[in-house]
């Protein structure tokens, strides 16, 4: 599958268009560098996973379908550099469409070839020529619907296991929640809170230079936290730490 691969679509989602364009440039750049052409769709807004949490399916559904519609103008895959949205792409929208005679069969294609940012680049192009470095140390925190919804859990690690081993150091409780939860960091914000705590402490032990994720969601929460602490800990999206080497199959 990986040799007919020629070109993909990038859903680059809410908060890295708007907070954290970096990381969405890095997915373009090292999925360029494999060889691969990238198209952006301009037209693509939200995938409507927020609308879908707090509960307001027409409207989540009514995004589904632009979404659908904006990714169904070509067959190629659609990369997504975030756990979170692919889970809503991959595994919600065929069920908030199933009884619409419309979109239910593309909602199933369009969630056939959606793909985690990690899990294209390990699953799918099986790369061997990905090298990661941050530049000083790093720890690697796993955010819960990569982890949980789409089973992200060796994909990360083979990609940063690249690091030489003064560079990753292993986080304690990473595969804890960090607290954000879309909408439960605002509705809980007290035991959200609490939970940040934890996951923050964590980090600092590690005595890492770099957080670094597969969710900029969790990132943005996570760096908020870190920046009232004073810490001096940076976060990067897990595509901001890998680069291509040349010369690599």
Excluded: W
Excluded at 68 to 74: G, K, R
Excluded at 107 to 113: K, N, P, Y
Excluded at 208 to 223: E, P
């Amino acid at each position: 599958m990986a040799d007919e691969i020629k070109s993909v679509q990038l859903f680059v989602t809410c908060l890295v268009d708007k907070f954290y364009p970096d990381a969405g440039f890095a997915v373009v750049n090292i999925v360029e560098a494999l060889g691969l052409k990238v198209t952006f769709h301009l037209s693509q807004t939200c995938c409507g996973q927020p609308a879908f949490n707090g509960g307001f399916l027409p409207e989540a559904q009514k995004m589904a379908r632009h979404t659908i519609d904006v990714h169904s103008q070509s067959e190629d895959p659609i990369v997504v550099p975030s756990g979170s949205c692919g889970d809503m792409m991959i595994h919600q929208y065929a069920k908030i469409l199933k009884d619409d005679p419309n979109y239910a069969e593309k909602a199933t294609a369009v969630s056939q070839r959606t793909y985690e940012f990690t899990q294209f680049l390990v699953d799918v192009l099986q790369v061997n020529n990905i090298k990661a470095d941050c530049g000083g140390c790093m720890t690697y925190h796993s955010s819960c619907h990569g982890l949980r919804g789409l089973g992200l859990r060796e994909q990360p690690k083979k990609l940063l296991e690249t690091a030489s081993e003064d560079q990753l150091t292993p986080l304690p409780g990473a595969e804890e929640c960090c607290g954000f939860g879309g909408l439960f960091a605002v509705k809980m914000g007290d035991i959200s809170s609490e939970i940040l705590t934890t996951k923050l402490d964590n980090v600092e032990s590690t005595g890492a230079d770099v957080l670094v994720g597969g969710d900029v969601s969790c990132l943005m929460h996570m760096a908020g936290g870190l920046h009232r602490r004073g810490s001096h800990v940076q976060v990067k999206h897990i595509a901001e730490v890998l680069k291509v080497e040349k010369g690599g199959d």
